[in-house]
């Protein structure tokens, strides 16, 4: 059991750049998320989905797209990097519930110049 | 306005001694849960314990322990015989909010904490 992998760990971009963070995960979860760590910040929700083909938006969206069409992975994409985006970024998953903790990835470090 | 809150930035503890790390939160939702996670210098989140609204009993995970004081909105961790290893930032956490199909997580500013040999 992998648990929530994420990649890549560390990634410099240009302004106006584009990528995508990968994050999958082999425990069956439906219910996956992105979260950014800035200092002093604490952990902010991005996206998040409760299944294939089923997502919606956290508390700082903009400037990020999900998608997510199979259980397994749950990718974030940045279509125009802004240095505002410089974070780590964790993805998340656990089974639907009132009570399930959540498995994070091992993060990811993203620099915008 | 902040619903998770933890007030101290960082913290000191002894080797050996108890540490106790503080967290309110606010909610209007009467079934909502609390989680505390690790964060080691490694940068990986570590959960350590959890508290439902509704448990009568205080949680407890090895050297770990919830403060819940309900009618406070306190949910304080509470670490035994501290080790070197405790050394990390220290998160709280709230789900509430059923919506779209699921609830949502709140995470506090942390706590850092560093023990002394």
């Known amino acids: 059991n992998a648990g929530v992998t994420q990649t890549p760990k560390f990634q410099v971009l240009k302004t106006g750049q584009s990528m995508t963070l990968q994050c999958a995960q082999d425990?069956?979860?439906?219910?996956m998320s992105w979260y950014r760590q800035d200092p002093g910040m604490g952990l902010r929700l991005i996206h998040y989905s409760v299944g294939a083909g089923i997502t919606d938006q956290g508390e700082v969206p903009n400037g990020y797209n999900v998608s997510r069409s199979t259980t397994e992975d749950f990718p974030l994409r940045l279509l125009s990097a802004a240095p505002s985006q410089t974070s780590v970024y964790f993805c998340?998953?656990?089974?639907?519930?009132?009570?399930?903790?959540?498995?994070f990835g091992p993060g990811t470090r993203l620099t915008v110049l | 306005a902040q619903k998770i809150t933890q007030t101290q930035p960082g913290m000191f503890v002894q080797e050996k001694e108890a540490v106790t790390l503080d967290c309110t939160y606010d909610t209007s939702d009467q079934s909502y849960g609390l989680f505390w996670y690790k964060q080691p210098s490694s940068g990986e989140m570590i959960f350590l314990i959890y508290?439902?609204?509704?448990?009568?009993q205080n949680a407890t995970e090895g050297r770990y322990s919830l403060n819940f004081q309900k009618a406070r909105k306190s949910a304080n961790l509470v670490i035994s015989a501290s080790q070197l290893g405790d050394s990390a930032m220290y998160f709280c956490?709230?789900?509430?909010?059923?919506?779209?199909?699921?609830?949502?997580?709140?995470f506090g500013t942390g706590t850092r904490l560093k023990v002394l040999a």
């Open positions: 508290q439902g609204s509704y448990d009568e």
């Open positions: 956490a709230m789900r509430e909010g059923y919506t779209s199909g699921t609830y949502k997580y709140i």
């Open positions: 998340a998953s656990r089974h639907l519930g009132t009570h399930n903790e959540q498995f």
């Open positions: 425990m069956n979860h439906e219910y």
